[in-house]
């Protein structure tokens, strides 16, 4: 049985899963970001499957989005790339947190997330060491090349917004993505963030001997939707490595 609550965490709303009658132990946790135009509630089957495993999980709102959303989509669709960077910079109050009330255990600290939430876990992993493993499920951290076809930034703001995520960006930082284990997970036809990203991480990964702690799946057919044994890989690796 698992226990999920609602509650702020660093002034952002989260979701909160445990095993049933851990929650005020310290136990390996898990912060896993959702995708873009989605919340936490959508994607709480994640808290389910990783509190069963015995984790704790915590699932914040993105900027924009779930308890933090005006209601005005137009002006969201035109922030993807803001609000990927908010996350990925709010990830330390949220850390911190969560080390002050005492609920992880030593050492057993992990990031995961799908769609957005998979690039932010990238973008996360590579900014903070103390992060021991990461699952980036169809996601990416070519941001750079990404922001060029992927909800790209008005004309007016583009040379802005790709300035402010050019240091995010994973492509000079390799090794520390390579340094820790890394589960990629990416459906071969998904139609919204290309398959190619994640081979294309994996074979930079390779290339410079950095790809030890790698584990790279593919699913035939599969477009950009996380399907059951993407679930059950999410859980098996952080259940292996936490």
Known sequence: MVEIYTQQ?????????????????ALP??????????????????????????????????????????????A???????????SIDEFAQLRQALMDQKLIREGKF??????MGGMTALGIMARHQEVRCVACLMGSGYFST????????QEQQFDEILAMIAEYDISHQLERIGDRPLLLWHGEEDDV????????????????????????????????RITPPALDAAAQFFAQHL
């Open 110 to 115: 992990a990031v995961g997330g799908a769609s």
């Open 193 to 224: 963030v290309p398959a190619v990203e994640t081979w294309r991480l994996q074979q930079a990964l390779i290339q410079q001997g950095l790809d030890k702690h790698l584990t790279c799946l593919r699913e035939a057919g599969v477009k950009h």
């Open 146 to 153: 990404l922001a060029k076809t992927l909800f790209p930034p």
């Open 29 to 74: 946790t898990v912060l896993f970001y959702h995708g873009f135009t989605s919340s936490k509630l959508v994607y709480s089957y994640f808290a389910v499957a990783l509190a069963q495993a015995g984790m704790r999980v915590v699932m914040p709102d993105a900027q924009g989005h779930g308890a933090r959303f005006n209601g005005d989509e137009n």
């Open 76 to 86: 969201r669709l035109q922030q993807f790339w803001p609000i990927l960077k908010t």
């Open 9 to 25: 965490l660093a002034g952002i709303e989260v979701l909160h899963a445990v095993p049933a009658g851990q929650k005020q132990n």
